[in-house]
């Protein structure tokens, strides 16, 4: 099946070369070559957050830990905090090559290195949209953010870095993995915040939307702060890629304005490089890095704020 999406916005069309008929994870091809396996690295189904896996009791905790604590007032504290930027000098590259030292334990499908995963997304999608540079860098940059666990960033714990993303200020949707427990986050019981809309209007647009704090809200105030010139669907697609609730789900559509529903196409196409590139198959970092250089130096300052 191809698509074609249209983004008026750079003036470009796009054929999506998926095949999008099969939303279940049986073996579907890629036009680019990419196949999207049968089963994660561990035999499991990708996202499977229920089967019995080495992974799958830290996982689950990890999603109890974040239910209860990724409150509004959380979120709100550290947005403010982190935007200031006032960490840490350094470039892109520089910057993925601190995630050698990162695991995220979030997630069922890895526990490579995250700078494995960064490649593998980046390398898997330019197969296939091998004319949206953009698109590339985007995907080596999505989860940078996670840079937030080492200590030089404040060693967050994982549960205030990683794992899917949720608004927070109006109800939890029950499509959120885990969503059982949430009972105990304090918002859960505030009226303030546990009606479908909380504290939002209608299409308010999901940029004034708060999203639970983590990855990837923190590496769209670093791209925004530090003026990268990425077209806004990939700006879109390092705040919301880990927003399952909506863009597998289709959950909190009420809050998205016009804008959201174009870039929500890239996301889903994104998505899906995200997720199936994951494997133990190893990328050679050294024959590939030039060509990732060239990308920071067209969309990134030589030098960024964290
Ligand atoms: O466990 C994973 C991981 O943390 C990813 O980086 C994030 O984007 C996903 O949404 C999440 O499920
Ligand atoms: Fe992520
Ligand atoms: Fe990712």
Redesign the pocket.
């Known amino acids: 099946m191809t698509i074609v999406i249209d983004q008026l916005q750079f003036g470009i069309e796009v054929e999506e070369k998926r095949v999008l008929n099969n939303e279940s994870e049986s073996e579907s091809e890629f036009n680019g070559g990419f196949i999207m396996p049968t089963a994660n690295t561990f035999g499991q189904n990708f996202?499977d957050y229920e089967a019995e896996s080495e992974r799958q009791e830290g996982v689950e905790n990890f999603y109890k830990i974040n239910h209860i604590n990724q409150t509004y007032d959380f979120v709100k504290k550290m947005r403010e905090e982190y935007r200031k930027m006032d960490r840490v000098e350094m470039s892109i590259w520089e910057c993925c090559e601190l995630l050698n030292d990162v695991i995220?334990e979030?997630?069922?499908d890895l526990d490579e290195p995250q700078i494995e995963h960064l490649l593998q997304t980046a390398e898997a999608i330019r197969k296939d949209f091998p004319n949206e540079d953009w698109l590339h860098l985007t995907a080596l940059v999505?989860?940078l953010g996670?840079v937030l666990l080492l200590p030089i960033f404040g060693e967050l714990p994982q549960w205030a870095v990683?794992?899917?993303?949720y608004p927070v200020g109006c109800a939890f949707d029950e499509s959120i993995?885990h969503h059982e427990y949430f009972k105990e986050n304090p918002d859960y019981q505030n009226p303030a915040y546990n009606t479908k809309y909380g504290v939002y209007r209608e299409r308010c647009g999901l940029d004034n939307v708060m999203m639970s704090w983590g990855?990837?809200d923190y590496m769209y105030l670093v791209a925004k702060e530090n003026k990268s010139t990425l077209p806004s669907a990939g700006l879109l697609i390092i705040r919301y890629?880990?927003f399952?609730a909506l863009h597998r789900a289709g959950a909190y559509k009420h809050l998205m304005n016009e804008e959201d529903e174009e870039n929500l196409k890239w996301v889903q196409i994104f998505n899906k490089y995200?997720l199936y590139s994951k494997s133990k198959v190893r990328i050679d970092v050294e024959k590939v890095k030039p060509y990732y250089l060239s990308l920071i130096e067209k969309y990134f300052p030589a030098k960024l704020r964290w």
Not at 162 to 165: I, N, Y
Request: proline letters at 5%; a negative charge.
């Open positions: 996202r995220d979030s997630d069922p999505h989860d996670k990683v794992g899917d993303t993995i990855h990837d890629h880990s399952y995200d």
